[in-house]
């Protein structure tokens, strides 16, 4: 859907022909996209044999071969074989073309970019096995820190209201958002286990903090980074999108090689304190800390924000931008390219050369219907509310039932499904209607599976088998790998419809997502839905 040049590529060529031979006044159409044509040099060729005439257009890899002589049925077979040979030989330049015809600079840039959204974010939830076991919430801990994310709107409602006083470069709230990431997290690595007294209780107050100064680049990237990088041509919003995946499996792998120790063991209590119980928790320590894993956050922050800083002020990086008209901010649409339309008129005297005349006409891309507009719409808030805001808040009650290895392993694989879905729609790719219905039907499956093992804890289903550990860690990870799925196709979809619909795209996302999490927030600290399970 995207009226760039590459989703036009392979524009069919027409030829009205005859059957009764070479008369004069047969007329071959051959419409071709003049920037596919700038790209490939390719010319449609006419040559006589035998007093037969041949036709072969050979633009966009295809041999489409007229035969004007019916008595010519020797070279039918020929052409034939011709045009399965070139098309066969266009499918493996195509390959190479794909990564001629792109910057990898632009690319690299553009994932360290997208690293730097979501990673703070990220890297807080994937800490959580080992947050909870000393934060004085407890496993309520996730709730909070959902609510908390959503906070993080507080940025994308600044930056909007800034663009109404007065039209500055997006480049400006970029650097701006990503030093406030970047502190927080230098910030999160050394204040994390810090409390206050705060409503009658102990509160984690300076992780709190820390987690919406982190959460303030992930909102805002929603509606800034991504419609910044929707000035790019087509191919590069895909890389910055595997990047946001990176930015969840990153902190994934760096988890994995921590570790969490393992299962929280019952071991005899040696207090002295008459009333103290016989047996406590205990559970082995990682092969690293927490401040450790913030650090290493720390410098992925740094380097995200040198590689925005060359991708926005690079000349090269500047040829890489699609035929838009930008008229300020991220208010910008996408310029359509001519298709010229060849018309050539053959005539019954050799001597004669044919003639030829042209006309140019504008492709317009496809536009969605307002039906198909609001559905997708709906439908991508409905998943951000509960991918990103309602389950979050419940899967510690959903998992450490199991254990706290289980737990560790939903975390770290769930989030690492994002990327890889990423790059199954980069070569799976699947924009229509009845497949993302399809996809978001399947998802909602696992879902109810995910949802059952949360509601009915302390006890879920197979508590204490190897089969329930399978079960969970594998519905977690299939459920938020689907959701991030749909989530891109939905995207793409919308990409080519403008700079604005990437806008509602990311409204629509934070407002499904601050849906869920005050709706995960209010079950989980003021129902008796969940209950927590003690090992001792």
């Not at 705060?198 to 509606?223: D, H, K, N, Q, Y």
Request: hydrophobic share 45%.
């Amino acid at each position: 859907m995207s009226p760039s040049a590459d989703s036009r590529d392979g524009a069919a060529a027409e030829a009205d022909y005859d059957g009764g031979g070479a008369a004069a006044g047969n007329v071959a159409v051959v419409t071709v996209s003049s920037a596919v044509e700038s790209r490939r040099s390719r010319s449609a060729d006419t040559s006589s044999t035998g007093g037969g005439a041949i036709a072969a257009n050979t633009a966009g890899g295809e041999a489409d071969c007229l035969i004007v002589s019916p008595s010519s049925a020797a070279l039918t077979e020929s052409c034939c074989l011709l045009r399965k040979s070139t098309t066969m030989k266009q499918k493996l330049t195509g390959v190479r073309d794909a990564f001629q015809n792109r910057s990898l600079l632009v690319d690299l840039l553009a994932i360290l970019f997208g690293i730097g959204a979501w990673i703070g974010v990220n890297s807080s939830f994937v800490q959580l096995p080992l947050l909870v076991a000393n934060a004085p919430e407890g496993w309520n801990l996730p709730s909070y820190l959902v609510v908390i994310t959503q906070l993080g709107n507080l940025g994308p409602l600044l930056y909007t209201a800034l663009q109404r006083v007065r039209a500055f470069r997006d480049s400006y709230m970029i650097y701006a958002v990503l030093v406030i990431g970047t502190v927080g997290a230098i910030c999160m690595a050394f204040l994390y286990e810090r409390t206050a007294f705060v409503f009658g209780a102990e509160r984690s107050v300076a992780m709190f903090v820390c987690v919406f100064a982190l959460a303030l680049v992930g909102c805002t990237s929603s509606v800034l980074f991504m419609p910044y990088m929707g000035r790019f041509r087509d191919v590069y919003l895909i890389t910055y999108l595997i990047g946001e995946g990176l930015s969840g499996f990153l902190p994934s792998i760096v988890a994995l090689i921590q570790g969490v120790g393992g299962n929280a063991e019952c071991i005899p209590n040696n207090s002295t304190d008459p009333d103290a119980p016989d047996f406590i928790s205990y559970t082995p320590p990682p092969r690293f800390g927490s401040l450790e894993y913030f650090v290493f956050v720390f410098v992925v922050l740094i380097v995200s924000t040198i590689a925005f800083t060359i991708l926005d002020n690079h000349p090269r990086c500047r040829q890489e931008y699609a035929a838009v008209v930008i008229n300020h901010g991220n208010d910008y649409t996408y310029e359509t390219t001519p298709t010229v339309t060849v018309v050539t008129t053959p005539t019954s005297n050799p001597a004669e050369k044919p003639t030829t005349s042209t006309s140019t006409k504008h492709e317009q891309p496809k536009v969605l219907s307002n039906r198909n507009y609001t559905y997708l719409m709906v439908l991508l808030g409905v998943l951000c509310l509960f991918g990103n805001g309602f389950f979050p808040g419940i899967q510690s009650y959903s998992c450490l039932p199991y254990g706290n290895v289980a737990y560790h392993l939903t975390v770290t694989l769930s989030t690492m499904a994002n990327p890889v879905a990423c790059f199954m729609a980069v070569f799976l790719p699947h924009t229509s209607i009845r497949a993302i219905t399809s996809i978001s039907m399947l998802a909602g499956v696992f879902a109810a599976y995910a949802m059952a093992t949360a509601f009915m804890s302390p006890a879920p289903p197979f508590m204490g088998m190897a089969i329930g550990e399978a079960l969970v860690i594998i519905s977690w990870t299939i459920l938020i790998g689907l959701v991030s799925y749909v989530r891109l196709s939905i995207t793409t979809v919308f990409r080519s419809q403008g700079g604005k619909s990437l806008v509602w795209v990311g409204a629509v996302t934070q407002i499904g997502s601050l849906c869920g999490s005050i709706l995960s927030f209010t079950m989980v600290n003021f129902t008796n839905l969940f209950q927590q399970y003690y090992p001792c």
